[in-house]
């Protein structure tokens, strides 16, 4: 039985972004841009009845970040699952 970095109390950090990228995009812009539904933290919006939803999305450089989107219009971006996830919060509680 192997031991993994976990077992031994060590602290591994998540992967910045929990998407495969050579995965087929929800869609590509005019500019090239993958989009990828990040399904998590648009729930997570979701569950704070907020009307958003949040892409990953890669240039044709390779440029990784987060962009979270109300109406169409890209209101915040980031590389951070917990930047974009207190972005939400700082939303959810400027509504309350």
């Known amino acids: 039985m192997g031991l993994s970095p976990a077992s031994m109390g060590v602290r591994v950090p998540l992967p910045l972004f929990m998407i495969d990228f050579d995965s087929k995009p929800d869609f590509i812009n005019e500019e090239g841009?993958?989009?990828w539904l990040d399904k998590d933290l648009t729930s997570y919006a979701k569950s704070k009845d907020l009307?958003?939803?949040?892409?990953?999305?890669?240039?044709?450089?390779?440029?990784?970040?987060?962009?979270?989107?109300?109406?169409?219009?890209?209101?915040h971006d980031t590389t951070t699952l917990d930047g974009m996830a207190c972005h939400i919060d700082a939303i959810w509680m400027s509504e309350q």
């Open 33 to 35: 841009t993958k989009w």
């Open 51 to 75: 009307d958003l939803v949040c892409w990953i999305t890669e240039t044709k450089d390779g440029a990784k970040t987060r962009v979270l989107v109300d109406k169409d219009v890209p209101i």
